[in-house]
């Protein structure tokens, strides 16, 4: 940390040779006799020499820190030049705080006009950097004032803040800091946030209007509905605009989302996803709708999204077909009734696995296609979370080969309008239904009376279109009732022709999450193996070890799987290891520099001997006597292929590999059904064979 100044850290005048001091009191002395003060000598040279280049002032230039030192160090001349200093140093940083406030930077924020953009594009790390760049001797003394040199900060136009992927990191890391270095760095990190908040009151200060950071404070805790009385308190601090203010721009915003909601949803080539939004209220006082005053309140939630990849409005005209292929249209000749039996055929005969080379009998194992992913798993566990040799070959490591990949590219989305409407029945999911086409100014025209749009103009025609709804599996069996139900209305629109729906990804993975649950933790002979699942998560949640087995939100349970399938990957890594090379960790096989070769060639041995499915089958081993098995070891390779089902999910979403994806289908359907989950199993099923039989090739 910084220290203040001394004496030593300032430029003295050296001691002077006594010829050199006689002279000048010679000098001095002439002068006083002829009546000329010394201070009426340097200014004079001050005045006289304008030329940079002239020797007088140029000496005067090399030498005026050490004059200013004399000076302040003096204690006759302190008196006179410390309130100058003072006033100077006022002006120069008051002049500083005032560019600060200047519109051209950007800060001003009027609330009556706000945008969301404003709010959406709005990142302090910008306002840092722009503040530091306006006021940098500014920003240099509130560093120094809280304790830190500026010279040995990291530069600010490079500062990033910490976030949840630097905790991940620190979690697995295996490099060694001290407590006091970890605690510097995290206070040289947000540092600059609080100097940034500073500067914006000393900027408001000068002009009322420079408001952009206490604007967006304002507004955040409006929409995390935080206490008036709070908001009130930031207000005098400075830190926040007037609650009017917020009522404002809440107004502003609310008008022109709705605008652009409209405006991307009247493109047609747009699907939307909507769920449950579940707001528990405190209160007393009894009520009709909530006789025992429990306060929770059930609306709805909905989201826009833009379509991508090339889809067209000739790829969504497909209303009529679909109505004439629909299982509730019973007059059709051509309804097409579920069969999950060929459905799930038709699933088992999706992607096939490609033609295996003639394998040698001292060849390496030649793995399918689910056997080579496993085999990445397994070396980018090693090459992340192993020894830090390993590091290395991290840009080496090619990614699996996609099954069928669709391109990745950034997804525009709107968030709609959250709407006061149950979802819990089937006419609450059709009225928000129709009330999500309503804000998008989406219906039909022609219907009596007449639905406008917010924008108050009829909506655009969709009756020879399809529109894709997205959610989770309780809306997708309450639309599948109300397809039923509105069958016999007249026209497309009242009969829902336009709705196809889609079960989220999201809520398949959430499902697989709580499958491995219900087969690896919550049953109680399953959490008694020592080297189970349940144990190795209590080891890594000593605190909540209890709480996992019931209560386990779904963050916990995505977070626990991934690190018991790394400590379980580690410890085959570990175990195959000392079996081939008779070395007993890690870091020992690690001196022996071995190639990434030989790494792909223990993964890939490590998958037939470490993980059902690939080269063990755990059926043919329950016909063995007791005494010839070894039930650890067949609950851990079992356990293995449970987690790395749930990896190459998790992984295909990411990297959008839709037949890798389809192809995890295969093992998750006959999951849901073994872990009691038979309602998921059937409807993922039923989408399938809508998604394999009903819709036409140009909209799947």
Sequence with gaps: MSMPPSRTSIILPAAMDPHRARV???????LQHLDIPLSALVLYALQQYRDPAHPILVDLVRHTTSIAASLYYNEATKINLYPWILQTARIHYGDAAHSLSLRENGWHFNAGKTHPNQVRDFHIEDMIAGMYRAAPELWALFQNLFGFDPEELPPVEKEVLLDEDDADEDYW???PTSAIEADRARRARFINIKIA??????????DPHCNALQSIVG???RACNAPEKLMKVLLRMGVSISLESVRRATLSMSAKSSESIESVGRSLLVSFGFDNLDILIKTLVPTVDDPHARGMLHLTSATMF???HGVTLDDLRCSDLLWERSEYNIQSPHRIVFDPTATMERLLSLHPEPMMPEQSSDSAPALSRRGQFRSWVFQRTLVDHGPSFFRKYADQLPDPQPVEQIPITKLEQVPLRAMDINLSTVAGNIKAIYEILRQAGLGDPETAPPVFSPSGNLPEDISQLVILFGGNLGTYERVLSALRRRSVEHTPYERLQFMVFILGLFHLKMAAADTIWRLLVTPEGARKDETGFYKIAAKLRPNTSSHIIANAKFREQHELIEHVGVILRLD??????ERRTRLATLEEWAETKPSLADIKEFADQLVCDYVEGEGINLFDLSLNPPSARDSVHENTIR????????TELSYSMNAGDIGRIEATYQVWIPLFRA????????RTLHFLHSLYFVYPERLT
Excluded at 197 to 203: F, G, P, T
Excluded at 639 to 646: A, G, K, V
Excluded at 675 to 682: L, Q, V, W
């Design 24 to 30: 000048l009191q010679t000098t001095l002395e002439y």
């Design 173 to 175: 890391s295996s490099e």
């Design 197 to 206: 908040m500073i500067l914006s009151v000393l900027a408001q200060g000068r």
């Design 219 to 221: 507004i955040f805790c």
């Design 306 to 308: 833009r379509l991508a």
């Design 572 to 577: 085959a890594w570990r175990t195959e290891v």
């Design 639 to 646: 356990t293995q292929h449970y987690l790395l089902m749930y």
């Design 675 to 682: 872990a009691g989950k038979h309602k998921y199993g059937s």
